[in-house]
């Protein structure tokens, strides 16, 4: 065995190198063993030759070190200051009111990238849905979104419009000009499977009307769930309904749809009347977005005069709820909402409650086992939570940003 002596330094030919550092005189004692291996076969100068350009290597390595450390800081530091990514969403719509002022939220708000809205019968027909979604994109200039139609009826009942609540158009009454965007010609529900596919675990599905395309796309291809980032709807309540006492408007034109849907296994987040209820649009809101104008401010203002009018004629006064808006307002910023893990069903056969969204908020039920002729509790059995339930929001915050991205534009 060859012993291992570390010098101070090592002569390479007619120059001697210093090794000041301990990392370079350990570097030395490798190379040093590498050269005793050769000697055994080789001249003591081969293997010295072996050593001097090891410890060069080394000394190399040492001095790139400190600069590959520092990029990679670098690069974190970078990484770390970089603004996120748009988050990518496909809006499932069926445009009215306040369907067309959340389009305008979205499409205004770099924090999204809006891939598609696809159209669902709800507020209004198909065909009118169709065309107030063409019309609404052409307003802001982005014929790159596509607009599909989609499902022409609820899944197992006849449709219900709300021309009431949204004027004849749905759209207040405001006639916008004709379209310069075209249809998508492929089925919505094909269209949200075919994004979803392309972009696996990034598109975010945003759907404020009744949820009768998400439940076809997912009775066609259940394969979507685990490739879809998160599921925000606006619809379902946990206190009491809108279009009689137990169901929300969404929930009750489709519930069978509704069920599909909350249980399909993905996150979701429901964005309900309890929230939606305390986001009151009111006068001194819509004064402060009429100082400023453009094409798609005026059409804001004119629509939620409208909804003003429709507040104080219908509604228990102090502004109108921004329902639509808000669920995008949640994509947009999570923050703005608090969300209560339930699991949640929906009626699909009550003859009171039939679009009912039934939250268990203890995620816990009763076990009764049939003794004789009566049921004896045994136990609790817990269930798993499918659905994050909003039960809070910063309504004034999430309504300065429905003003500040359409003001002026």
């Known amino acids: 065995m060859i012993p291992i002596i570390t010098p101070q330094s090592v002569k390479c030919g007619s120059a001697e190198v210093p090794l000041r550092s301990r990392g370079a005189r350990k570097g030395v004692r490798k190379a040093a063993a590498l050269a005793g291996i050769s000697a055994r076969n080789a001249s003591r100068r081969s293997a010295m030759s072996v050593a001097c350009v090891a410890l060069s290597l080394g000394f190399i390595t040492l001095a790139v070190a400190p600069l590959t450390h520092a990029n990679e800081n670098a690069r974190a530091l970078a990484t770390a200051n970089a ?218 203002v004119k629509v939620l005069t409208f909804l003003l009018g429709q507040e104080a004629k219908y509604g228990a006064g102090g502004g109108s709820p921004m329902y639509d808006p808000l669920a995008v307002g949640t994509a947009i910023d999570p923050s703005i909402v608090s969300t209560q893990p339930m699991h949640v069903d929906v009626e699909s056969r009550g003859e009171f409650t039939r679009g009912e969204t039934v939250a268990n908020r203890r995620n816990a039920v009763e076990r009764n086992v049939l003794h004789g002729d009566r049921y004896i509790i045994e136990g609790i059995d817990q269930v798993d939570p499918n659905v994050q339930v909003c039960t809070g929001v910063n309504a004034e915050k999430f309504l300065q940003l429905l003003n500040s991205r359409l003001a002026g534009k």
């Open 83 to 300: 603004p996120a990514a748009p988050k990518k969403v496909i809006i499932d719509t069926d445009p009215g009111t306040d369907d067309a002022l959340a389009i305008l939220l979205a499409l205004n708000s770099p924090e999204l990238d809006v891939r598609a809205l696809t159209v669902v019968p709800g507020n209004v027909t198909a065909q009118q849905g169709l065309e107030n979604a063409l019309k609404l994109v052409s307003l802001t200039n982005r014929c790159d979104v596509h607009v599909a139609g989609g499902a022409q009826h609820p899944l197992f009942q006849k449709l219900i419009t709300a021309e009431l609540w949204h004027g004849a158009n749905g759209l207040a009454n405001v006639e916008l000009p004709p379209s310069k965007c075209k249809a998508d010609p492929r089925f919505g529900p094909d269209l949200i499977i075919q994004m979803i596919h392309e972009s696996p675990h990034e598109i975010t599905l945003v759907p404020v009307g009744p949820l009768t395309n998400i439940a076809l796309a997912l009775l066609k291809d259940p394969s979507i769930v685990p490739l879809v980032k998160e599921v925000v709807i606006m619809g379902g309540s946990i206190s009491g309904g809108n279009v009689n006492a137990a169901a929300e408007a969404n929930i009750y034109n489709d519930p069978e749809a509704a069920q599909i849907v909350f249980h399909a296994g993905w996150r979701l987040t429901m964005v309900g009347l309890d929230v939606g209820d305390k986001t009151l649009y009111d006068q001194a809101h819509l004064d402060q977005l009429s100082k400023t104008h453009g094409p798609e401010n005026d059409f804001a």
